[in-house]
């Protein structure tokens, strides 16, 4: 089921995988059909614990929420200090591809070989002061790496170039693995990304703070053709 769901993953890049951090909490239904309508492959969740980051959002009933609203791929960003914990619940409530912060685990290797047992793809996420070494025991046991351009925690922060060497060190040591990458994604800085060999582009302010999202993310599609990877 979850490797069905991956390939439609790996199928939509380039792409540009909303955040659902910013959006409207009030009226999900409305969002996800605004955001369907404007072409949106797959969604990007943003569950934060109060714990790994100083900003508490949602668990598995949102995303079992959005699962009943939209058959589309969630990848869901585990900014959480006990993954494994939250891992199965959620993979019951919908999640496709479970993303977990290598900085909250011990044996990133193994975090990533349970998570797989359990249906899930998986992606290890890192943040811009950690560096790609810390991935040296799990690269092989992942589908995924998620480069954080900004610190975990908030959308609205600014990017921080330091992703785009890390992504083009990936992108020549691993080229088949999925790349994406997550804050301050605009579009001045989606072209660079996209250069250095990213797949997938989590974007929050530059389409929710934007009236007309299909326009927002044709935009982002655009400079994403641009920057040639
Ligand atoms: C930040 C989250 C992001 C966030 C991105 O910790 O992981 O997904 O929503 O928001 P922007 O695009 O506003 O930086
Ligand atoms: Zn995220």
Request: glycine share 8%; proline share 4%; charged share 20%.
């Amino acid at each position: 089921m979850s490797q069905d769901k991956l390939e439609l993953i790996r199928n939509a890049g380039p792409s540009v995988l909303p955040s659902l951090l910013l959006c409207d909490f009030g009226d999900l239904k409305t969002e996800l059909a605004r955001l369907e309508d404007a072409g949106t492959q797959v969604l990007h969740l943003d569950v934060m614990d109060g714990h790994f980051v100083p900003n508490l959002t949602y668990g598995m009933p949102i995303v079992e929420g959005i699962r009943r609203h939209s058959d589309l791929p969630m990848d869901v960003h585990l900014m959480i200090s006990d993954p494994l914990r939250y891992a199965q619940p959620m993979v019951d409530a919908g999640a496709d591809l479970l993303t977990f912060h290598v900085e909250a685990v011990e044996d990133a290797g193994e975090v990533a070989r349970e998570i797989r047992s359990m249906g899930a793809a998986v992606g290890v996420a890192l943040n811009p002061d950690t560096d790609l070494s810390a991935l040296d025991r799990c690269l092989d046991e992942v589908d995924m790496v998620l480069v954080m351009s900004v610190n975990a925690g908030f959308g609205g922060q600014a990017f921080n170039p330091v992703a785009l060497a890390k992504l083009a060190a990936l992108k020549q040591s691993h080229p088949d693995l999925l790349l994406e990458i997550d804050g301050g994604i605009n579009l001045r800085t989606i072209g660079a990304a996209r250069a250095a060999g990213c797949d997938l582009f989590v974007v929050g302010s530059a389409i929710f703070k934007q009236d007309d999202y299909a326009a927002a993310i044709a935009a982002l599609d655009a400079e994403i053709a641009g920057g040639v990877s």
